[in-house]
């Protein structure tokens, strides 16, 4: 089964081995899920994301929060109240700061060894938005970022369904051994790591702030596959229409974690979710040898950091 219900009663005082159990689990590629959110949001944050849909402002879009410099994204804020805008920044900093001292305990062994990225809200109903291909969020695919490398980090996101009353439907793929087994080597290579003379080039580029024009040379050859693999998918219609999927519906009021990194999934309908992402050193793993980077490089025979 890719979810595993997490009783309400193990979150009191877990022990070492269940902690790890939990970790080695996610490794593996399966969703941990809370039927009831064990990190709830106080009730006047909550009415206040639900009331966004409702307002003319533009708040409506995504909308990003970067803890590392306590800055909010993705508001217009030429339309938008300016007392909205300080009150969405507020809710984000602290939906943020209580994920994080929840899995700082939930999941012990990676504490200190991630980076907190950014925490987001998505108030979009999900079915139907009209969006190019790379950028759909229906169709399966593991997630790579396209100008922030994570050279070999893990992608590890908390999701919390806060619509009152509809659930959250995702498709859930096969474990990341099999997947890209899948697709390589017939249809996408591993690419070798960068000559020396590359390498100075990059270098170069990011020193001057070149890569910002092309992000492809932000990327060493960990994150291009990630980048690639992540477009591959969605633009295969044929692995869209046949490969192996299970549906989930996650109910209102819960929240799941996964490493999206790894586990194929979609999203095909629901409204309102707060999501926040950290970046884990592969090197914290339970079992190392699950990590992307080490699959990666095993198929290759070859360091790809
Ligand atoms: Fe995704």
């Known amino acids: 089964m890719p979810v595993q219900t997490i009783p309400s009663e193990s979150l009191g005082s877990p022990n070492n081995e269940q902690i790890r159990t939990w970790c080695s689990r996610l490794e593996a590629g399966e969703v941990l899920y809370f039927a009831q959110t064990p990190v709830p949001i106080p009730p006047d944050d909550l009415t206040f994301l639900l009331s966004q849909q409702q307002t003319s402002s533009s708040l409506h879009k995504n909308i990003a929060y970067k803890p590392d410099r306590d800055k909010l994204s993705g508001v217009d804020e030429k339309s938008a109240k300016p007392a909205e805008v300080v009150r969405m920044h507020e809710v984000m900093r602290r939906y943020s700061k ?22 987001s809200f998505r ?17 399966l695919h593991t997630d790579a970022f396209p100008t922030r490398p994570t050279r070999g980090w893990r992608i590890l996101r908390f999701f919390h369904n806060i619509h009152p009353s509809r659930t959250r439907d995702w498709v859930i793929g096969e474990p990341f051994g099999r997947v890209v087994g899948s697709f390589t080597p017939g249809k996408l290579s591993i690419p070798r790591s960068d000559s020396p003379v590359v390498r100075a080039g ?19 050859p960990y994150d291009e596959f990630m980048m690639r693999l992540h477009n591959t998918m969605k633009e295969d219609s044929v692995f869209q229409e046949s490969c192996v999927r ?3 519906q996650f109910a209102p009021g819960s929240s799941w974690m996964v490493y999206t ?23 914290a793993m339970v079992t190392r040898e699950s990590a992307p980077i080490a699959i990666l490089e095993k198929m290759a025979g070859a360091k790809l950091g």
């Open 202 to 220: 990059k270098q170069v580029a990011q020193a001057t702030g070149l890569a910002t024009l092309v992000p492809q040379w932000k990327r060493g």
């Open 261 to 283: 990194e790894t586990v194929p999934h979609a999203v095909l309908g629901g409204q309102f979710a707060l999501e926040q992402t950290f970046l884990v050193d592969p090197a």
């Open 98 to 119: 209580s994920i994080e001292t929840f899995l700082s305990g939930f999941l012990a062994p990676y504490e200190r060894r991630w980076r907190l990225d950014y925490a």
């Open 123 to 139: 108030p979009l109903e999900e079915k139907g938005r009209d969006l190019p291909v790379r950028r759909r969020n229906d169709l």
């Open 246 to 248: 299970e549906e989930v």
